[in-house]
């Protein structure tokens, strides 16, 4: 009698490989997703408990429950007291915008020149490598400071020549743009230099065979190549920028700052003011706008992280 053996198919087999190593990569995972949940995701549900309360930083045991009213309430009287009827909140969420969308394109403008001559052979490459992560490597407490200083149109080396720049409206952000330029282009530089490096170089060599200029090998192999790393560079920075607040607030003042940053309106708010509801309130504002701009940003541009 002829014994006929059944093999499993190849697809099969691929997909129960899969399924072993995600059981694997969960376990492993698993110590760390713990430790997220506990340090992050209960004060994430704390805030939202929170900002559905009165609650004041004093006392956090005595709040009361009201609803919506951090986020839309008007009294007796017609006086619009919610979060989101504030100009001055709308003001803020429109500056830290202004501030993320021209910081960050100008670093990356800066820290592709930057990065594409670094990833060139020269003497003295390693040297500038080194020297490029100073400004990265200093607290930005420290160099914010430092920067209010030059910025003095007392004794400041840029404020003698361009007057009080933090003291005038109109020139304020620029002021603080400029100091966020000079700190994280260097980062942007790094990300974009790791993606350089991986390029092949026999790509370059074909195209110069063929005739291709520099101009056009950009354009048509070096941008292409480095799409992935230039979005993961520009989300990190994006989301860092969202979140502004110490150079903010070290050169400007907690009055001041919360003028033109979401995350010190809401320090103002719940330590200056004591009102631990309404400032977490605030705190889910931000939480849900940087979610919904990190979201649209990977969806639309197909960002992938591995």
């Known amino acids: 009698m002829k014994t006929q053996t059944v093999s499993t198919p ?10 072993a190593r995600a059981r694997v ?3 492993f995972l698993l110590p760390a997703l713990l430790a997220i949940a506990l340090t992050a995701g209960y004060p994430l549900f704390k805030t939202f408990q929170y900002s559905f309360t009165d609650a004041l930083i004093t006392d956090p045991s005595s709040a009361k429950p009201i609803g919506l009213g951090n986020f839309w309430y008007t009294n007796e009287k017609g006086v619009e007291l919610g979060l989101l009827q504030d100009p001055k909140w ?3 969420v429109r500056s830290t915008f202004t501030f993320t969308f021209l910081s960050v394109g100008l670093e990356f403008v800066l820290g592709m020149v930057i990065a594409l001559v670094l990833n060139s052979e020269f003497k003295g490459r390693s040297f500038l490598r080194t020297a490029l992560l100073v400004p990265w490597a200093i607290p930005t407490v420290v160099s914010a400071q430092m920067w209010s200083f030059m910025y003095n149109d007392s004794f400041g080396l840029l404020g003698t020549h361009l007057g009080a720049v933090l003291a005038d409206a109109d020139k304020t952000l620029w002021a603080i743009i400029a100091v966020d330029v000079w ?4 980062f942007m530089a790094l990300m974009l230099i790791a993606g350089l490096s991986i390029i092949p170089a026999d790509l370059y060599e074909a195209a110069d065979v063929d005739g291709a200029s520099k101009w056009t090998q950009f354009w048509r192999i070096t ?5 992935p790393a230039i979005l993961v560079a520009v989300v990190f920075r994006a989301l860092d920028a969202l979140r502004v607040f ?3 607030n070290v050169m400007l003042g907690p009055n001041r700052a919360s003028e033109l940053s979401m995350t010190a309106y809401a320090r103002l708010h719940m330590i ?4 631990l509801g309404y400032g977490s309130a605030v705190a889910v504002m931000i939480f849900l706008i940087i979610l919904a701009f990190t979201v649209l940003y990977v969806a639309s541009l197909r960002v992938r992280f591995d």
């Open 10 to 19: 190849p697809k099969t087999r691929s997909r129960g490989v899969h399924a």
């Open 25 to 27: 990569a969960f376990f």
């Open 90 to 92: 709308w003001g803020a």
């Open 183 to 186: 700190k994280t282009t260097p």
């Open 223 to 227: 941008l292409p190549l480095l799409r």
């Open 246 to 248: 110490d150079v903010m």
């Open 272 to 275: 200056d003011n004591q009102l």
